[in-house]
């Protein structure tokens, strides 16, 4: 029986961010431990899930390490060595004994000191287990790609859906390669080829054009060409580092000409990376372009900008604050985060009221921090819920105490944890509220709110103040990143 570690370190950086990214900030997306690793990942939606499924039908015994995962700030070093080091000292207690490692990486990790997490611990892997130890390697297509890590790894195996429905399918083909490749049945290759293009996220769901296009583009042309594999990286463009950027990934037969294949891909893309271009709206422009769409139902405006699942605070109030001046009938806020505010509607009780500052506590960035006065306390719930969508769906979630209030029109879910982006509407079951008696929902995600939403809703608005997330990439200070890039620089080249 062939042993296989398997490890889930994920990490997606946004060096925008002022937290600190500390153990507790990272493990806020889930963590288990070495002994509950597999019983944690068996039969769930993540990469990791994936590779167990495919290990459990070739009969392969796996060495667990540990998961973690989320997007947050820049990880500590020490927390770099704390989490790296606890699946470091497992392969090298192992390494003997291993035929092969199945890694679920994501691609845009970044810690104090070491820009490409990803390579850093592709390299420490390297000098314990050598260069001939079968590697191969699930990424998240917002994975800031390098030519190291294809070098160390032997398959780089990318997810091609946005929002992530896909992760399973990712890790099951890694680990199938694997078993192929400790069984010497072929060898591969895998080539990167890096573009100078952030590709714009409010415009990449994957569901919708011009990104259904590029996707099925990417798919055809692996069949045709019978490649292992074949991704378009998005890239994350929140990363400041200087390999920031959108790639294609092939993983080939070996002698079978990856790189050939990716640049082939690469000049696709970049020929047609103006059909990215989005419009960028503010809150006022989003609620002006929700109110002219006609018919019954509701409308999604997502405040990209605060999208906690890219590292943002998740108390941003550009949003808010233009739903409070319009006072629209149907109105709701998914979410503010505002543990005091949460904490003051549960001790005032359904009926009662709250006031005080909300939101926009973090930083001044995502909009300044609300006046309310005498709101009212419409629900209560622990906070305490199950993921719906069809990313991650049945996943266990845990925002804290939360409530609805009410001032005026607007209703506002106030969260006391951030555990995840707004992905549906798993919050208003909770508060025993029906999202058809709303016609107008804010939430905090980019795109994965679409796996859920984009069915049930008569539109999806993206809309784009300042945030350390926001679509509006010129309003961030980039300093590492290397110029010029599509699109803040017209003049970039390929
Ligand atoms: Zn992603």
């Given at each position: 029986m062939k042993r296989v570690l398997i490890t889930s370190i994920n990490h997606e950086t946004?060096?925008?961010?002022?937290?600190i990214g500390d153990f507790e900030r990272w493990a806020v997306g889930g963590y288990c431990d070495t002994e509950e690793m597999i019983d944690y990942y068996r039969g769930g939606t993540s990469y990791a899930s994936g590779m167990i499924k495919a290990a459990d039908e070739l009969g392969i015994e796996l060495v667990p390490t540990l998961g973690i995962g989320c997007a947050g700030p820049l990880i500590t070093a020490e927390v770099r060595d704390r989490v790296v080091g606890q699946y470091l000292k497992i392969l090298k207690a192992e390494a003997d004994r291993l035929d092969g490692l199945c890694l679920a990486l994501h691609g845009a990790g970044a810690a104090e000191g070491t820009p490409d997490l990803e390579g850093y611990i592709l390299r420490e892997t390297r000098k314990t287990v050598g260069d001939e130890m079968p590697i191969c390697v699930t990424l998240d297509l917002h994975g800031n790609i390098t030519e190291e890590m294809a070098a160390l790894a032997d398959g780089l195996f990318g997810i091609k859906e946005y929002p992530h429905v896909d992760c399973v399918e990712a890790g099951y083909l890694a680990m199938s390669v694997l078993a192929d490749l400790m069984d010497k049945k072929y060898e591969i290759e895998t080539a990167v080829t890096k573009l100078p293009l952030f590709t714009n996220c409010c415009n990449a769901c994957t569901f919708n054009m011009p990104m259904r296009e590029f996707k099925e583009h990417v798919a055809a042309y692996k069949e045709e060409n019978r490649l292992v594999d074949a991704t378009y990286f998005h890239g994350f463009?929140?990363?400041?580092?200087?390999?920031?950027g959108a790639s294609a990934v092939v993983v080939s037969?070996?002698?079978?000409g990856a790189k050939k294949h990716a640049d082939i891909l690469a000049r696709y893309i970049w020929e047609n990376r103006r059909k990215l271009d989005v419009e960028l709206l503010l809150p006022d422009a989003a609620v002006d372009r929700a109110l002219a769409i006609p018919g019954e139902g509701f409308v999604v405006i997502n405040e990209a900008s605060d999208n906690p699942g890219g590292g943002c605070p998740g108390d941003g109030t550009w949003l808010l604050t233009e739903f409070l001046k319009r006072d629209l009938p149907g109105t709701i806020s998914d979410y503010i985060l505002d543990p005091a505010i949460a904490k003051a509607a549960h001790e005032a009780g359904v009926g009662g009221k709250v006031s005080g500052m909300l939101g926009g506590h973090f930083d001044k960035i995502h909009g300044p921090s609300v006046p309310i006065e005498?709101?009212?306390?419409i629900a209560l719930c622990d906070g305490k819920t199950v993921t719906k969508s069809p990313m991650g769906r049945g996943s266990a979630l845990d925002f804290g105490p939360t409530a609805l209030i009410r001032g005026g029109n607007v209703d506002i879910i106030v969260i006391s944890r951030l555990c995840r982006q707004t992905m549906d509407d798993c919050l208003f079951d909770a508060l025993g509220i029906d999202i058809n008696d709303y016609r107008l929902i804010g939430v905090k995600?980019?795109?994965?709110y679409r796996a859920y939403f984009q069915p049930i809703a008569k539109a999806c608005i993206p809309t784009n103040p300042?945030?350390?997330?926001?679509?509006?990439?010129?309003l961030l200070d980039y300093k590492n990143i290397k110029r010029p890039i599509y699109p803040l620089d017209e003049d970039a080249v390929f």
């Amino acid at each position: 029986m062939k042993r296989v570690l398997i490890t889930s370190i994920n990490h997606e950086t946004n060096t925008f961010s002022s937290d600190i990214g500390d153990f507790e900030r990272w493990a806020v997306g889930g963590y288990c431990d070495t002994e509950e690793m597999i019983d944690y990942y068996r039969g769930g939606t993540s990469y990791a899930s994936g590779m167990i499924k495919a290990a459990d039908e070739l009969g392969i015994e796996l060495v667990p390490t540990l998961g973690i995962g989320c997007a947050g700030p820049l990880i500590t070093a020490e927390v770099r060595d704390r989490v790296v080091g606890q699946y470091l000292k497992i392969l090298k207690a192992e390494a003997d004994r291993l035929d092969g490692l199945c890694l679920a990486l994501h691609g845009a990790g970044a810690a104090e000191g070491t820009p490409d997490l990803e390579g850093y611990i592709l390299r420490e892997t390297r000098k314990t287990v050598g260069d001939e130890m079968p590697i191969c390697v699930t990424l998240d297509l917002h994975g800031n790609i390098t030519e190291e890590m294809a070098a160390l790894a032997d398959g780089l195996f990318g997810i091609k859906e946005y929002p992530h429905v896909d992760c399973v399918e990712a890790g099951y083909l890694a680990m199938s390669v694997l078993a192929d490749l400790m069984d010497k049945k072929y060898e591969i290759e895998t080539a990167v080829t890096k573009l100078p293009l952030f590709t714009n996220c409010c415009n990449a769901c994957t569901f919708n054009m011009p990104m259904r296009e590029f996707k099925e583009h990417v798919a055809a042309y692996k069949e045709e060409n019978r490649l292992v594999d074949a991704t378009y990286f998005h890239g994350f463009p929140y990363t400041d580092v200087d390999f920031a950027g959108a790639s294609a990934v092939v993983v080939s037969r070996k002698g079978e000409g990856a790189k050939k294949h990716a640049d082939i891909l690469a000049r696709y893309i970049w020929e047609n990376r103006r059909k990215l271009d989005v419009e960028l709206l503010l809150p006022d422009a989003a609620v002006d372009r929700a109110l002219a769409i006609p018919g019954e139902g509701f409308v999604v405006i997502n405040e990209a900008s605060d999208n906690p699942g890219g590292g943002c605070p998740g108390d941003g109030t550009w949003l808010l604050t233009e739903f409070l001046k319009r006072d629209l009938p149907g109105t709701i806020s998914d979410y503010i985060l505002d543990p005091a505010i949460a904490k003051a509607a549960h001790e005032a009780g359904v009926g009662g009221k709250v006031s005080g500052m909300l939101g926009g506590h973090f930083d001044k960035i995502h909009g300044p921090s609300v006046p309310i006065e005498g709101f009212e306390v419409i629900a209560l719930c622990d906070g305490k819920t199950v993921t719906k969508s069809p990313m991650g769906r049945g996943s266990a979630l845990d925002f804290g105490p939360t409530a609805l209030i009410r001032g005026g029109n607007v209703d506002i879910i106030v969260i006391s944890r951030l555990c995840r982006q707004t992905m549906d509407d798993c919050l208003f079951d909770a508060l025993g509220i029906d999202i058809n008696d709303y016609r107008l929902i804010g939430v905090k995600s980019t795109a994965h709110y679409r796996a859920y939403f984009q069915p049930i809703a008569k539109a999806c608005i993206p809309t784009n103040p300042a945030g350390i997330h926001t679509a509006n990439y010129a309003l961030l200070d980039y300093k590492n990143i290397k110029r010029p890039i599509y699109p803040l620089d017209e003049d970039a080249v390929f």
